[in-house]
């Protein structure tokens, strides 16, 4: 389990200014939160952890396999820090799970003998409906 406390102490903030309509308002408050955190310093992620997530996170990751997320939703810059932790907890989990291995089954028996009698029949009812050999 991930412990959230360890991983947000690692997130770096950063508040500017939000883009787009808002009046006066938006030109003067810092509402627009941009979290931060460096995948390959994190004290909290053993090697292979850091190895996974940089393999699966690789498209939105920086060169550096930095992690970036912005949030300008709200205009309060504490709930846009809110989202943008839920978010970036959200996305560390999706990226440490495991997928499971596949294990193929064995197809029954009885499936394969009655997908061969079901073709036979076709094949005897689409014979019967042919025109006869006159010759």
Known sequence: ?????????????????????GG???NKVASKIELVFNI???LFLNDEEKERLINKLSSRLTKENVLILQCDESRSQYKNKELAIERFI?????GL?????RVPTKIPLRVI?????DKRNLSDKKSIRKKPDLE
Request: net charge positive; no cysteine.
């Open 113 to 117: 003998k009655k997908r061969i009698k």
């Open 24 to 26: 006066q308002h938006v």
């Open 40 to 42: 390959p310093e994190s």
């Open 1 to 21: 389990m991930i412990n959230r406390e360890a991983l947000i102490a690692e997130i770096n903030f950063k508040a500017t200014r939000s883009s787009g309509s």
């Open 97 to 101: 799970k495991v997928k499971k291995k």
């Open 90 to 94: 959200n996305i560390i989990k999706e």
